[in-house]
């Protein structure tokens, strides 16, 4: 189990409490435990002060308690506990193994146990709501998923497949087909031939404006037109 875990096993870095502006690193590998500081002031003493950095081995750590209250001011009491339990062997492997791994362990949960499981720590909550583990959901519980449902789960999300019912799938799907449709039919516009005699007059006099006394004339003539062809 032991190679499962990755370097560092843990680290974290940030701004030391008001009034303290310092910047600090601190980080725990497998044998050894780092602590890094940069001295952050606007005073001229201080402009050309080196960053630090305290290296100990686990044993040295859990007898070090001036480095352990260090830690516990910057980062708190909960990750120097966190970091004293690496420390002495106590390892969180589960939260080191590969998305990859993790989502084919919950695979074989129940979702009420998967839906408790997200509230234990950040990680598994973005594990459990990822797109990838509600398509492995989906697939799980249909025989076949087609390719129409895969490009609607690109739309809405396989999280809404998953809760959809099928004859709400089968709108969805419909309503996507029409407008899949709608978008591939090109626009015709009717041609000068098609449009009536008046309309044809509109639009040339729009082109080429005339006075009232012809518009008058050109829309008689067109009359006078419809009355014969019709």
Known sequence: ??????EPLFEISGRGPPPNKNFYHFSVTKSNVIWRWWKISLRAVDRYTKPGELKESHQDFLEDTWLQSEVSMVFGHRILMYTKALCQGHYDYLEHLSDSLL????????LEDVGQLGR????????????????QAVRRCCNTVSAEI??????IGWRSIFFT??????????????????????????????????????????RCPISFAQLHL?????????????
């Open 1 to 6: 189990m032991a190679s499962l875990l990755t």
């Open 103 to 110: 989502l084919r362990i919950i695979y074989y949960l129940e």
């Open 120 to 135: 234990t720590s950040r990680k598994f909550n973005q594990l459990c709501g990822s797109e990838e583990f509600w398509e």
């Open 150 to 155: 895969a490009s609607l789960a690109l739309e």
């Open 165 to 206: 019912n099928k004859i709400q799938l089968q709108k969805l799907i419909s309503r996507r087909r029409l407008r899949d449709s709608q978008e591939m039919q090109p626009s015709v516009l009717p041609s000068a031939s098609t449009q009536p005699a008046t309309l044809q007059s509109v639009i040339i006099l729009i």
């Open 218 to 230: 050109v829309l008689r003539s067109d009359r006078e037109m419809v009355k014969l062809t019709s």
